[in-house]
């Protein structure tokens, strides 16, 4: 890329200890590698020595609470509530480097080149 090129990223994120749970439940006979590469804490410090993170979302921290509610019946609605509150949550607080955002399990980023 050329200095100062911009990246748009959308990215899973394995910084969650209940998302690599169920990462080994989904897959325990594939490496992450062999159908995508999540990002860990380790991977964010890579990239802040390549780009400056100008603009970061994570997605699916809190919102993701409410799904299991939608599954039960007579919960739905209930479910649905938790959700957008969480989603609201997520889009407030999971916008830098700190504990809601690395509950996220997906980042949408903007990147440019140091």
Same mark, same amino acid.
């Given at each position: 890329?050329?200095?100062?090129?911009? $990246?748009?990223? $959308?990215?899973?994120?394995?910084?969650?200890?209940?998302?690599? %749970?169920?990462?080994?439940?989904?897959?325990?006979? #594939?490496?992450? &590698? &062999?159908?995508?590469?999540?990002?860990?804490?380790?991977?964010?410090?890579?990239?802040?020595?390549?780009?400056?993170?100008?603009?970061?979302?994570?997605? %699916?921290?809190? &919102?993701? +609470? @409410?799904?299991? +509610?939608?599954? $039960?019946?007579? +919960? &739905?609605?209930?479910? #649905?509530?938790?959700? #957008?509150? @969480?989603?609201?949550?997520?889009?407030?607080?999971?916008?830098?480097?700190?504990?809601?955002?690395?509950?996220?399990?997906?980042?949408?980023?903007?990147?440019? $080149?140091?």
């Amino acid at each position: 890329m050329r200095p100062d090129g911009i $990246v748009i990223t $959308v990215d899973p994120m394995m910084t969650d200890p209940l998302n690599r %749970f169920f990462r080994i439940l989904y897959r325990p006979f #594939q490496s992450n &590698a &062999a159908w995508e590469w999540p990002f860990t804490r380790k991977t964010f410090r890579m990239i802040e020595q390549y780009f400056e993170i100008e603009e970061l979302q994570g997605y %699916f921290g809190m &919102a993701r +609470l @409410g799904f299991p +509610l939608m599954t $039960v019946p007579g +919960l &739905a609605g209930v479910g #649905q509530k938790v959700s #957008q509150w @969480g989603l609201e949550f997520d889009k407030r607080w999971a916008r830098d480097l700190g504990l809601p955002f690395y509950s996220c399990w997906k980042v949408t980023m903007k990147l440019r $080149v140091r």
